[in-house]
């Protein structure tokens, strides 16, 4: 089956940037998808990525796909505080339907 | 903007107990679905449905079941509560078609099994 992999932590200083990196092995997934939970809150979908694009920018959001190797990263520029939260990376699942393949969430934390 | 409504955000219920978790979309999706939430193991799905009476087991249906009477609304049910359900529960809905079938959550719902 599909297996979604990230590193649970990562600490940033406020200002910098931020990488968070993901692995998947279902390489037929049409997308990829990154959301962000904040403490005691539902999924938010920051953004999505088309299986056959490279790099996808939206304001502060860089996301690379590297198809090969099978990695995803996001990427957020100046980092701000309001950025502490967990970040999940998903793909959907080409087995049927709608379903999306959740990875561990990698738990963002924003230093001053 | 699409809602999806989880009734109850926090619950505690005694082992045994049977146990409704409601959830309602406003945007007349066809898949509504039913995750779990776990430190360190992400979500894993429980159950989805894409269709009036419709349901699939997900990865983790032991222990479950759910109801979908009407288009909007999806309720998981515990049939008898155990210590080992106290987790977070999260409600999603998603459209068949539209650019990358994006998927919704609601806030979730807490569920303490004392």
């Known amino acids: 089956g599909e297996d979604v992999e990230q590193s649970l932590f990562l600490s940033v200083r406020e200002g910098d940037s931020s990488v968070i990196n993901c692995t998947y092995t279902?390489?037929?997934?049409?997308?990829l998808y990154w959301y962000k939970q904040e403490p005691g809150a539902g999924l938010q979908l920051l953004t999505y990525?088309?299986?056959?694009?490279d790099m996808k920018q939206d304001q502060r959001l860089t996301v690379l796909l590297n198809k090969k190797d099978k990695h995803l990263s996001l990427r957020i520029a100046d980092t701000q505080t309001g950025d502490s939260a967990i970040y999940f990376c998903?793909?959907?699942?080409?087995?049927?339907?709608?379903?999306?393949?959740f990875g561990t969430g990698t738990q963002l934390k924003v230093e001053l | 903007d699409v809602k999806v409504t989880q009734s109850s955000r926090y619950l505690v219920k005694r082992t045994g107990e049977k146990v409704f978790l409601e959830c309602v979309q406003d945007?007349?999706?066809?898949?509504m679905f039913w995750y779990r939430q776990d430190p360190g193991l992400g979500l894993r799905l429980i159950y989805f449905?894409?269709?009036?009476?419709?349901?699939e087991k997900g990865d983790i249906p032991e222990g479950y079941s759910v109801s979908r009477e009407k288009k909007e609304r999806f309720s998981l049910i515990l049939e008898s509560a155990s210590t080992n359900q106290t987790s977070m529960y999260l409600c999603?809905?998603?459209?068949?078609?539209?650019?990358?079938?994006?998927?919704?959550f609601g806030e979730g719902s807490w569920l303490t099994v004392v």
């Open positions: 999603a809905s998603s459209p068949t078609s539209g650019p990358g079938n994006t998927i919704y």
């Open positions: 449905s894409y269709d009036v009476k419709m349901k």
């Open positions: 279902d390489s037929s997934s049409t997308y």
């Open positions: 990525i088309f299986s056959n694009m």
């Open positions: 945007m007349d999706h066809e898949n």
């Open positions: 998903a793909e959907n699942d080409t087995g049927g339907g709608n379903k999306l393949t």
